[in-house]
């Protein structure tokens, strides 16, 4: 199974709500990422996961809370954002995040979320 | 911040034309890799060359890599409608990959 899965595909939310994006593997990688991603623009790394333990934050907002349950499963929890967060969500994985950005990475189909 | 950045930032072509997309990063690197992106979807992983490398090969693909200039190419060779999408090259800074600013390609049947 090479494949990263992620839910939901498209969410909704309003500034108020409480939601959590969820990603999947079963590559047997030990490392997950999150970025975030604005139309026409690249990826931009928010987190990094190795070996289950936080290894990067790239100083995001506490309205995003990571997750990583175990080593196949992360999640990042969102409260109270901001229209301005509203953005295509990506989940990726590599193999251990020791070699770090030298790694190629897996990446989910995204989650595109709307905050009104 | 974003290291790579890559021109053209789009191209148009016929189906069948080739189509080159160039890459600058600003740090040292070990790879450098590529990627594509489908409209709204997730990166897929294309190539990666070492620094020690100066060209690498993939079915239609070809990169170098010219580490003096600091800058990298992709070259899509009899490009195809299926190839439309965005390119971004990626390198390391540190333990964090830095993503390109992307050449969004479209291929004209």
């Known amino acids: 199974d090479t494949e990263v899965t992620q839910t939901p595909k498209h969410l909704v939310m309003g500034m108020t709500n409480k939601k959590s994006l969820k990603c999947e593997q079963h590559?047997?990688?030990?490392?997950m990422y999150w970025y975030k991603q604005k139309a026409k623009k690249p990826p931009e790394l928010m987190f990094v996961?190795?070996?289950?333990?936080?290894?990067i934050n790239e100083s995001v907002p506490s309205r995003f809370s990571p997750e990583c349950p175990n080593s196949s499963l992360l999640n990042l929890h969102l409260h109270a954002l901001q229209p301005e967060d509203s953005a295509l969500y990506l989940c990726?994985?590599?193999?251990?995040?020791?070699?770090?950005?030298?790694?190629?990475?897996?990446f989910g189909p995204g989650t595109r979320l709307l905050v009104l | 911040s974003q290291q790579g950045e890559e021109d053209p930032q789009a191209l148009s072509i016929q189906e069948g034309e080739n189509a080159t997309m160039n890459c600058s990063y600003k740090?040292?690197?070990?790879?450098l890799q590529w990627y594509r992106q489908n409209s709204g979807r997730g990166l897929v992983h294309l190539i990666l060359?070492?620094?020690?490398?100066r060209e690498k090969h993939s079915g239609r693909l070809r990169v170098t890599l010219d580490t003096s200039k600091k800058s990298s190419s992709l070259l899509i060779t009899a490009s195809r409608a299926a190839d439309t999408a965005s390119y971004f090259c990626?390198?390391?800074?540190?333990?964090?990959?830095?993503f390109g600013a992307g050449t969004r390609l479209f291929v004209k049947a």
């Open positions: 590559m047997g990688h030990r490392a």
């Open positions: 060359i070492r620094s020690n490398e």
């Open positions: 990626a390198n390391e800074e540190g333990f964090k990959t830095i």
């Open positions: 740090t040292s690197i070990n790879n």
């Open positions: 990726a994985s590599s193999l251990s995040g020791e070699w770090g950005g030298r790694e190629t990475q897996y």
């Open positions: 996961y190795s070996y289950e333990k936080l290894s």
